[in-house]
């Protein structure tokens, strides 16, 4: 009775704000921080919350809550325990008091703190004679995405690109800066802001660009010491060209191998003539019995012939899917030698991962194939799993197994490297000289790769799909051997040879 009528009394008061003072021996101040408490998301974070003087809080109520959640706390400490009810769900296996409350301290830790997390929370302490709180004021800052980059050619011409940047998922506010090759920052006022309704921060920004300039242009998205960059070669318009080449070499095929099945189905139908009368001269000479069945038999063989002919007919022209079909998959498996020590070989000799989460920073290594190409038509399979993976790279290569440990060089054609690389966040990039970025579907499961030796195309494609990614139309060195090429990056999430 006593107790009840004295919190309700407390409560009252609380709602009023006005400081009480109830007469007795316990009378104690809340200590806690004077600015807001800064951290990131994802982080853990201390909320500072001290008894003054510093006495046992072990037998008083410590109730943390959002300001005006008295009822749902974040942590309620009650009768020398944590309570399970009632609190916020929001913070449920989130929230300890891990200051050590026999020492008067009362503060309130957060784990795994999110952008929801910011705002103002009450340290609130009662006894029984006395209650105080404080309000400590917590502040999230959020990291974005990697800036996106991407080159177009400028409206209006005049050999200038318009090259775009943009990041998103910050808070507060970050400061995007485009910089030369030389680190030298471009002044632009280009940058345009957008919040999304849970108040994260999108910046864009776009740049007109002579592409004679600079290799390269950076763009940094930077918040309070935390840095994202990208880079990118400015040179648009070859992508677009390359897209028209790549188009023309693809029609060029298609029509080739319609043409020559077009003149193999034709040719198949005669020779099917020939074999059907040839069998009935047989049958005729063999006897009379049999004469009604062994022709009937050539017809149907004839049409079967003829029915997988025009299926694969149809497949070829209607999509690149056709590929699967025509060129059969090689079966290509992994050099367990070529692997670095960092990496992990499946006994299956079919997958290869890091064996522990690398330092992006750090080189990426590769693994090279068991298999030797110098000729023919090649298909394989890779699933590249985008959606889970950060970076990898796939395709062929002249570097063979004793060049493997050497100094690392460009992955680039003159260098003997054939690839197309993602990184998440960047999109896609294949290794010309200098590379060519473009963007496309991040969340590529199995990458196709064909291999045309003989006429030195190396094609990707989204085996899904169907759809073409890019070409090589220059595949070829000395040697003309090949390897196929594969770089699990620094994550552990694995490639698969399908
Ligand atoms: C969060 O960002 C603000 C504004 O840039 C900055 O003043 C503050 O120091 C940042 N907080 C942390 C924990 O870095
Ligand atoms: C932060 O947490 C979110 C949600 O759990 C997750 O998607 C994100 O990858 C995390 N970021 C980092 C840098 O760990
Ligand atoms: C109180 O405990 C927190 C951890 O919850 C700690 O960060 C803080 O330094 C402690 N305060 C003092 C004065 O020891
Ligand atoms: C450059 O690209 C941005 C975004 O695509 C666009 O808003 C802007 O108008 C372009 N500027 C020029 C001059 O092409
Ligand atoms: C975006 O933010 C920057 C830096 O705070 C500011 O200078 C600029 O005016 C903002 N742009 C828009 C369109 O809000």
């Excluded at 038999?297 to 299926?311: L, N, R, Y």
């Excluded at 796939?394 to 060089?409: C, L």
């Excluded at 989204?462 to 390897?483: E, I």
Aim: with cysteine.
């Amino acid at each position: 009775m006593m107790r009840s009528g004295l919190s309700l009394r407390v409560m009252i008061l609380a709602a009023l704000t006005v400081p009480i003072i109830v007469q007795s021996p316990e009378i104690f101040t809340l200590s806690v921080p004077h600015g807001p408490i800064m951290t990131w998301s994802n982080s853990s974070v201390s909320l500072s919350c001290e008894l003054s003087p510093l006495f046992n809080a072990e037998p008083l109520e410590v109730r943390w809550y959002r300001s005006g959640d008295f009822d749902k706390p974040a942590l309620l400490y009650k009768d020398h325990k944590i309570q399970e009810a009632p609190v916020d769900p929001r913070y449920r296996g989130r929230v300890s008091l891990t200051g050590g409350l026999e020492r008067g301290n009362v503060s309130l830790t957060l784990e795994r703190v999110t952008l929801e997390d910011r705002g103002e929370y009450v340290c609130y302490v009662s006894s029984e004679q006395w209650y105080e709180k404080d309000i400590v004021l917590l502040t999230v800052n959020v990291t974005g995405s990697e800036p996106v980059l991407s080159v177009a050619e400028a409206r209006g011409g005049g050999g200038q690109v318009n090259v775009t940047c943009s990041s998103e998922g910050w808070s507060p506010q970050p400061k995007l800066t485009w910089r030369n090759k030389e680190g030298t920052e471009i002044r632009n006022e280009q940058v345009l802001n957008t919040t999304d309704p849970q108040g994260l921060v999108s910046v864009n920004s776009w740049l007109l660009y002579s592409p004679s300039d600079s290799d390269w242009l950076s763009c940094t998205v930077s918040l309070s010491g935390e840095r994202r960059e990208s880079r990118v070669m400015p040179r648009a318009p070859i992508e677009e060209h390359w897209s028209l080449g790549a188009f023309m070499t693809l029609l060029f095929i298609n029509l080739l191998v319609i043409f020559t099945l077009i003149g193999l189905f034709i040719w198949n139908k005669k020779t099917g003539f020939i074999r059907l009368s040839t069998s009935e001269k047989n049958d005729n000479a063999e006897g009379e019995t049999e004469s009604n069945e062994r022709p009937a038999e050539g017809v149907k063989k004839t049409d079967m012939e003829k029915a997988t002919q025009t299926e694969f007919f149809l497949k070829e022209s209607a999509t690149q899917t056709a590929l699967r079909e025509s060129f059969p998959k090689v079966d290509v498996t992994l050099d367990p030698l070529t692997a670095h020590s960092s990496q992990f070989v499946s006994c299956s000799k079919k997958m290869v991962h890091c064996k522990k989460e690398r330092d992006q920073a750090s080189t990426t290594h590769f693994v090279l194939s068991e298999n030797k190409f110098s000729s023919g038509q090649i298909y394989w399979e890779v699933v590249v799993d985008s959606k889970c993976k950060q970076p990898w790279y796939v395709g062929v290569t002249t570097t063979d197994a004793a060049q493997i440990n050497k100094a690392i060089v460009p992955l680039n054609p003159g260098n003997g490297f054939w690839v197309l690389r993602y990184k998440k966040g960047n999109g896609y990039c294949v290794s010309t000289d200098p590379p060519t970025q473009f963007s496309g579907n991040e969340n590529l499961e199995t990458l196709g790769v064909f291999l045309d030796c003989d006429r030195q195309i190396l094609s990707f494609y989204d085996a899904d799909s169907g759809v073409h990614l890019y070409s090589f139309a220059d595949v070829s060195s000395c040697s003309n051997t090949f390897f196929a090429v594969f770089s699990p990056g620094f994550d552990q999430v694995p490639i698969t040879i399908k």
